[in-house]
């Protein structure tokens, strides 16, 4: 459950950070035709929100570092980094 939940903020990450910075990528076909979708990237902060929450849970209740829960998966590079600027509050953008 810590590896999916691990995966799962990964990804939700990477999706939000793509799409703040090519808003005119989120949302529906044809958005970029009319500006970024708001809607879309407040999604994307609560999808990426609930799946740090459970990553953090999972992880306490094992009372593992991030540090180890990244070297057991091998994804120490940018992930540490990422994880520990989220662990100081919520991805700039994002409320």
């Known amino acids: 459950m810590l590896g999916a939940a691990l995966g ?4 939700a990450a990477a999706q939000l ?3 703040q910075k090519n808003p005119t990528a989120a949302g529906p ?3 970029s035709q009319t500006g970024g979708d708001a809607d879309a990237l407040a999604q994307d902060c609560a999808d990426e929100k609930i799946a740090f929450i459970r990553l953090e849970s999972r992880r306490q209740a094992l009372q593992l570092e991030p540090v180890q829960v990244l070297a057991a998966a091998s994804m120490q590079g940018a ?3 990422m994880w520990q600027a989220r662990l100081a509050g919520p991805t700039a953008g994002c409320s």
Do not use: E, T
Not at 8 to 11: E, K, L
């Open 17 to 19: 950070d793509f799409d």
């Open 8 to 11: 799962a903020w990964v990804n």
């Open 29 to 31: 076909p044809h958005v």
């Open 79 to 81: 992930n540490l980094p």
